[in-house]
């Protein structure tokens, strides 16, 4: 087997105990190179698969640790195993062994054990390498284990051998299934050249490897690949994958390009051999269309407000990776969302309570008389002590019972106490309700609620619906019109029981507009006061506006393990922002970050459909803004740090401090112009060639990046002979060059590559606001 190939086995990472493998990794670590030592970590997980096969369990290396003669035998068949299964030079054998010497030295001396020495040479096998290649074959060796990590190979039409790397196939699907699949890619291979098949090869394997991420069983996997089921599933595959590339910043085009390809070399090797069914429908293969506008973006349900960026999008330092900015934004979108679960789920748990207690109450508790039948009862005890009469007589009259309804049922100045004993639907239920029905379905918008029927015309239930075992709620978004305006949301075990208490829970207010002859009986949304029930009219982002709500969100919350999820003053923040629109769309960010699936954001929004030819910025919106402004920082403070790094105002100048730049620099630091970019400048004679040329290059564009620009191109144009500026700013004026020279086309340049009037625009403001050239200029010189 080669080191180099044991990289491309998962299983290796589960070899070791993770206590285990952290200290062999230290060890490691002290003792080569970082470039060595993936390998040695893997030759070391790989032995201990192969020695320890039938353990069963991460192996913890407490025997070696505690027996000086478990050591020498682990050493032994280690270097044994080193020399027998490792395919390379003697001189990398010895090192290898001799590294290993080095960490179970220190593994002995940690542990007060010894071992006795064995001798190996980087020009011949000793002695004691012979003695530890024999033990290691009189082992009880896993032969199958020995062909798994020796991994699968092919020939190409040359005779070159590639590695075909379907160590997670087989994983997931079996041996002989990846031995199957093998073959078909040899027989494939033996068609093309070497450089050509490599290619193929390395879109092919990431393909597989996809698979088995969405089928986690060969059975599965089979069933996937039917002939009536493998276009959609190979378009979920498209849909997963793309995501995966624009969340590093790939070319999205060229993403594309590449899936068409892929698709084609799959369809040759395995549904043209007749290994998987042809499909019934074309596999989805979209051609790349540049788009005209670049707000064409997914949504999610509304812009984001200034105080959702805030809360979401502000004060993530700017030197991090933009994988780790997008982990902090989706743990302050899990820290939000979860809050509002907690505190809304509270608010439903106590009105399931009233509800099941005040059932009892009408049942069971007294009725206090109507003023006019006064001489039916001596005396009926009313008010907050006597909440079961309280109950009994408001449910028993009805609405505006007495002159006073507060001050006959014993609330006197307590309205709002007095309605939520009663458990009336208000604004503060009925919001708490639908959060968590948006929280469990965020398909659901205000106006479906708006729109939700119960019951038709003629008393037929059409609002909620059982299908065999399923729970379906029906209602409308008249907006996507009248052939898709009908939306059913199947419902889960949750959000029934969600439902079946909003039914309940407004049931009383329904009854009583019935008997008013109102038609507004029918729908689901109705709230109650003292005095009656209506259906609101108008519903908003926050279902009904309520102040009571929001205040109720301004409370402590905290998780199972009684752990702080937000403090009043956070929550203070955040109720000023709550509404269902708003749930609905941090939900649809949060699904984004969660499935990595473009299309599942837009499934659990329902949305009519995915433009396909708009694929390249299906990014949802607030995210691409937030990237967008990102990474026109992190160019600017790049510029910055180069034009600035020798003067004593740098981190005056820089969006973060002295303690952060290291990181940034690892992270962002822009490298040397690119050699295509310069080949090209030095050959132009004009500014016309630019345009002429057929690569593309792709800047983000804002005002002071301009503003820079023009102040490199003046202070260098400008120059003396006898001033020199730093070599970043000569670099960069060829940029400079390269942009601004767009912006005074001839008619010629013009029809090839003309700047958008956004960027004029930019650019006009850039031109009017110069930057002090004197200063910019004492900057950037050489002193």
């Known amino acids: 087997m080669l080191p180099k190939q044991l990289s491309y086995f998962p299983k290796l990472q589960t070899v070791l105990s993770e206590e285990y493998r952290e200290e062999i990794e230290e060890m490691i670590l002290s003792t080569v190179k970082k470039s060595e030592f993936p390998q040695l970590t893997n030759i070391y997980s790989c032995f201990v698969d192969i020695y320890f096969h039938n353990s069963g369990y991460p192996f913890n290396a407490f025997n070696i640790k505690n027996s000086e003669r478990e050591l020498q035998t682990h050493i032994t068949a280690l270097i044994g195993f080193i020399y027998t299964e490792i395919e390379s030079n003697p001189m990398t054998l010895y090192k290898y062994c001799y590294y290993f010497k080095i960490v179970f030295n220190i593994i002995s001396s940690r542990y007060g054990l010894s071992f006795k020495n064995i001798k190996v040479s980087d020009t011949r096998l000793t002695n004691d390498t012979k003695h530890c290649m024999r033990f290691y074959k009189c082992l009880n060796i896993n032969s199958s284990l020995l062909e798994y990590y020796s991994g699968w190979r092919c020939e190409d039409k040359s ?71 493998s276009s959609y599933f190979l378009e979920n595959i498209f849909n997963t994958m793309l ?222 619906k059982q299908t065999g075992n399923q729970w379906i709620a029906v209602s409308s978004k008249n907006r996507r019109g009248a052939s898709l305006a009908q939306q059913e949301i199947i419902l889960t075990a949750k959000s029934k029981a969600i439902v079946d208490t909003l039914i309940e829970h407004t049931q009383y207010a329904r009854e009583a507009l019935k008997r008013r002859g109102s038609s507004d009986w029918r729908y689901v949304i109705l709230i109650a006061n003292l005095q009656g029930a209506i259906r609101p009219k108008y519903i908003s982002g926050l279902l009904i506006e309520s102040q009571t709500y929001n205040e109720a969100i301004i409370v402590d919350s905290y998780d199972e393990k009684k752990q702080l999820i937000l403090n009043r003053s956070n929550a203070k923040n955040l109720a000023q922002s709550i509404s ?107 500014h016309q060639a630019h345009i002429r040329t057929p690569n593309e290059l792709v800047f983000t564009l804002t005002t002071p990046l301009l503003q820079v620009l023009l102040a490199i191109k003046n202070v260098v144009e400008n120059a003396s002979n006898n001033e020199t500026f730093k070599p970043v700013i000569n670099k960069w004026y060829q940029s400079a060059l390269f942009i601004l020279n767009h912006f005074s086309l001839s008619q010629r340049g013009e029809k090839i590559r003309r700047p958008s009037e956004e960027v004029i625009h930019l650019y006009e403001l850039a031109l009017n606001s110069p930057l002090d050239s004197a200063k910019f200029k004492e900057n950037v010189l050489c002193r």
């Open 243 to 464: 995501f995966e590339s624009m969340i590093k910043n790939n070319d999205s085009k060229n993403f594309i390009r590449t899936w068409t390809r892929t698709v084609k070399i799959f369809y040759d090797c395995f549904i043209t051999t007749g290994f998987f069914e042809k499909p019934l429908k074309p596999i989805l293969t979209p051609d790349f269309k540049e788009p005209k506008l670049s707000n064409n973006v997914i949504s999610v349900g509304g812009n984001i407000s200034e105080r959702e960026k805030e809360r979401w999008f502000v004060d993530i330092p700017l030197e991090i990776k933009d994988e780790k900015a997008l982990e902090v934004i989706h743990q302050r979108l899990n820290r939000d969302l979860e809050h509002i679960r907690i505190v809304n789920e509270k608010i439903y748990e106590d009105i399931n309570y009233r509800l099941k207690r005040n059932n009892i109450f009408r049942k069971s508790a007294l009725i206090k008389p109507l003023q006019k039948d006064i001489h039916l009862y001596n005396h009926v005890a009313v008010g907050s002590d006597q909440l079961g009469n309280t109950v009994a007589t408001f449910y028993h009259h009805g609405f505006g019972v007495g002159i006073k309804t507060t001050n006959y049922l014993g609330f006197a100045g307590q309205g709002n106490d007095l309605i939520r004993e009663l458990n009336l639907p208000t604004s503060l239920t009925l919001n708490a309700i639908a959060s968590l029905l948006v929280l469990e379905h965020p398909n659901i918008t205000p106006s479906w609620f708006q729109e939700w029927m119960l019951f038709d015309l003629n008393g037929n239930q059409i609002g909620l």
């Open 159 to 229: 005779g070159n051998t590639h590695f075909v790397h379907l160590a997670t196939w087989c994983d997931s699907y079996g041996i002989e299934f990846a031995n199957q699949v093998n073959t078909l890619i040899s027989n494939y291979a033996k068609k093309y050249g070497s450089n050509t098949f490599s290619s193929c090869l390395y879109a092919l394997i990431n393909l597989l490897n996809e698979f088995t991420k969405h089928c986690k069983t060969k059975s599965a996997l089979e069933i996937s690949l039917k002939a009536e089921n």
């Open 580 to 686: 269902v629109r708003n749930i609905r769309k941090a939900r649809g960010l949060q699904i984004y970050l969660e499935t990595q699936s473009i299309k599942a954001v837009a499934e659990a929004l329902g949305h009519k459909e995915i433009r396909v030819d708009l694929l390249e910025l299906y990014l949802p919106k607030p995210l691409m803004d937030y990237f967008n402004t990102r990474w026109v920082r992190q160019f600017q403070n790049s510029i910055i740090f180069e034009a600035l790094k020798s003067s004593t105002y740098l981190f005056d100048a820089l969006d973060f401090d002295e303690r952060a730049l290291e990181e940034f620099l690892i992270n962002h630091h822009f490298g040397d112009l690119p050699e295509f970019l310069e080949h090209k400048i030095s050959n132009i004679s004009d």
